[in-house]
């Protein structure tokens, strides 16, 4: 059997321009569908029913809205600055499409000319393009909230770049930890390299896992940290002079901005679209796809199938969806922190928490590396207990007492104080 | 620009505060200096349309930064007249404007007034109506609290417990529906009695209420009750000690937050207050933290105050059996010449009294609510006087929010639990 060949010349094109369209109409399409769950999801949560009236279980309802948008009218205040004003929602909308482009979402497919890799766009820096794309989204809320010339708008925009600058740090320093491990920053040899070691990097980076969590809702703005747009503070941040399609631009940034936030911490930390087990793993190596190494270093050729291909899609949009679920239930769950609180968690306690982890994750490949150990399951174990230690001092320390051992219910029993009729009044009785 | 500058000196009420000793502490004077234009501060006008304002409340903040520098509150968006429109209303005609001034409770509007229109009368209720309104008052101290509640959670971007709240809000409006009608103008008192005896079967779906509310608020307690997040945005933000507290008239779970134990049902108890069974939970802070835990306890004794007053609810009639302030039954008007006679008189000249004039403080939801009234001895009094709790507790709201953030400034009017209609009245 002939070595498999990736796809080339004008078969390579048109699977290109497939994927561009393919990816590109299930982001829009998820981001539609986002704003459908999320409103029945917190319906859900909330003892309520949801928009169900709109086709067969509300599902037609994201088309209901997004023609209501479009012939809304667009409104334009009359002192903003127009440019900057239109251009708003656009610099918001287009960082948070092109990002999902690097992102693997299935193991690559045969087809009768070639092997076609699933990923628009293999690209070697990866990681870094993703990071670099992702904050130019914040221009769209500055320029949006500034030209807007509303005070709400305004501080919405500052406190939205404040906080864009504050925890893209700390994103990036859990992503080292996953560089380190991952040993590039192409995002299919992460994948691979998290089948090699038996471990997805949720589990040896467990710490690095909940940075990044933490750091991604940060940065795509949503509550606990939606400073930006905090409703009752600023009424509705940087997108308070806005309507009609400019205004349902925002909300899609942002939900475009879950999603390929999801999909990315798939990627990095639950294997993209690697399922257990070994039959799946598929890598290009010197020109060969590879599933893995024989004992005595020879490769072993991956066979790639339609039907894994349908697997390891269905995995990684599994994947992905939990991300998203969990994206709207904290948001129904939890308050809201405070703007000096959202910055002071991530300059006091992301960023030297991040800096001493990645120091702890390189020492300990350093040791394991000159002890010799191979890239392998036990490597992973090690790696994985260390991090556990690493992760539960750190909750221990965020919590500080609170949740978890309820320091909060001592004090509500201290406050409580009795007073029963016919003993007069005393203060701090 | 000139300052407006507004002084004025309260020493403290024996009756109140610590120790019962008058101190004399006066007020800081009220000096909020003129905003000027083109300052490096910002102005921003929060309200009076804004979702955390709950209501007609503008407030004017020059930020720097985000920090409150000043914040002045503008009042009187929700101006109706009440207390004039009252002086052109036989006592019981005044009866719907009350519950208008605090739609959020307004049973508890509707007792007070009442109650004192009845000392300065010099009419006496019968204890079944005594127990009844006591079951209304309690019931209406829960729905306002939910209210305080449910916003204050949304405020702190907590969208769940509003709707778990008002739920619970729902079954209390339904209530006040299957008993007066109406489920927020319940307009429910009568001078002498009660607009009616309670339906059948309503006591039932108050045990039912009380059965089941105590795990909604069970619930949204460990929702946000130890919750980290709640914890740093309310503790330590605006804080107001006993001291100042006191000064500046606060009353209600405001001031007991503060660690004042005053409590009117305690100190100064109403219809037999002080044999219920039931505990005033204060703080130590007075902090927006405190004020909600204060409340939190308050609704838990209010279902307590509520079981102990339905196990002894009496029965017999609800209104005072004299012909000259209660009203008599339809059926006795068609049939009874003395019961048409009474009516007549009543409907046309109204009750009257002695002159004089009397103060009647209850503990409404939001504090110390006192009816004013003055009678010359006429069907309808010469001046209604309403001591609103909001509109005391909004005044300090400059001196909390000082210094904080502009999200401590929505926390900290949020905590003071204020409602407009009885501010602005």
Known sequence: MDALQPVSGIAGFIASVAKVVLVFAGVMLTVAYMTLAERRVSAWIQDRIGPNRVGPFGLLQPIADGLKNLLKEETLPAKSSKLFFLMGPMIALMPALVTFAVIPFAAPLPTHWGVVDMVVADVPIGILYILAITSLGVYGLVLGGWASNNKYALLGGMRASAQMVSYEVALGLSVVAVLILAGNVTLTQVVWQQQQLHFWFAFPLSLAFILFLASAYAETNRLPFDMPEAESELVAGYHTEYSGMKYAMFPMAEYANMVTSSALMATLFLGGWDLPGSWDNMFWYHGQLISGFAANGSVILAHPALWKTLLTFVAFAIKTAFFLVVYIWVRWTLPRFRYDQVMALGWKVLLPTGLGYVMLIAGATLVLDQLGLPWGFTYGLILTVLSGLATAGFLVFLDRGHTIFGAAAARDQKTIVRHRAGVPAQAGD | ?425
Not at chain 2, 189 to 198: F, K, N, P, S
Not at chain 2, 352 to 363: I, L, N, S, T, W
Not at chain 2, 412 to 420: G, H, P, T
């Open chain 2, 1 to 425: 620009m000139a300052q407006k500058t507004i002084e004025y000196t309260v020493g403290r009420n024996p009756e109140m505060g610590p120790g019962g000793l008058p101190t004399a502490s006066p007020l800081e004077p009220f000096d909020i200096p003129e905003p000027q234009l083109g300052s490096e501060h910002m102005l921003i006008n929060i309200g009076p349309q804004h979702p955390a304002t709950h209501g007609v409340l503008r407030l004017v903040c020059e930020l720097d930064g985000e920090t409150v520098l000043n914040v002045t509150p503008h009042i009187g968006f929700l101006h109706s007249s009440f207390e004039k429109l009252g002086e052109y209303r036989t006592w019981n005609q005044i009866v719907p404007l009350t519950d208008r001034m605090d739609y959020l409770a307004p049973l508890i509007y509707n007792c007070a007034y009442v109650m004192a229109v009845e000392k300065l009368l010099g009419i006496e209720v019968t204890e079944r109506c005594k127990v009844v309104r006591v079951i209304l008052m309690e019931l209406d101290r829960i729905f306002g609290h939910l209210l305080w509640l449910g916003t204050t959670a949304i405020d702190v971007g907590a969208f769940t417990p509003f709707l778990y709240t008002f739920e619970e809000r729902e079954r209390i409006y339904r209530m006040h529906e299957g008993y007066t009608g109406a489920r927020i103008t319940t307009s429910a008192t009568r001078v002498g009695g009660m607009m009616a005896d309670l339906p059948e079967g309503w006591i039932g779906e108050l045990e039912h209420f009380l059965d089941t509310f105590p795990r909604t608020l069970a619930e949204v307690h460990r929702l946000l009750t130890n919750n980290q997040i709640l914890i740093g945005r309310t503790q330590g933000v605006g804080a107001i000690g006993p001291e100042d507290a006191v000064n500046y008239g606060f009353t209600g779970p405001n001031l007991r937050a503060s660690g004042v134990a005053y409590d009117v049902r305690k100190d100064n108890p109403y219809y037999d207050y002080e044999t219920y069974d039931f505990e005033v939970p204060i703080g130590e802070n007075g902090d927006c933290y405190d004020r909600y835990l204060v409340r939190m306890e308050e609704m838990n004794q209010s279902v307590s105050i509520l079981r102990q007053a339905i196990d002894r609810l009496p029965d017999g009639p609800i209104n005072n059996p004299d012909p000259a302030v209660s009203l008599p039954s339809k059926t006795d008007c068609m049939s009874d010449m003395e019961s048409m006679i009474h009516h007549f008189k009543l409907i046309t000249e109204g009750i009257k009294g002695p002159p004089g004039d009397c103060y009647y403080p209850v503990e409404a939801s939001k504090g110390e609510l006192g009816m004013y009234l003055v009678s010359d001895g006429g069907p309808k009094p010469v001046r209604w006087r309403v001591r609103p709790p909001s509109f005391v507790n909004i005044s300090v709201i400059n001196k909390l929010a000082q210094g904080h953030l502009i999200a401590d400034l929505i926390m900290i009017n949020a905590s003071l639990d204020i409602v407009l209609g009885e501010i602005d009245r």
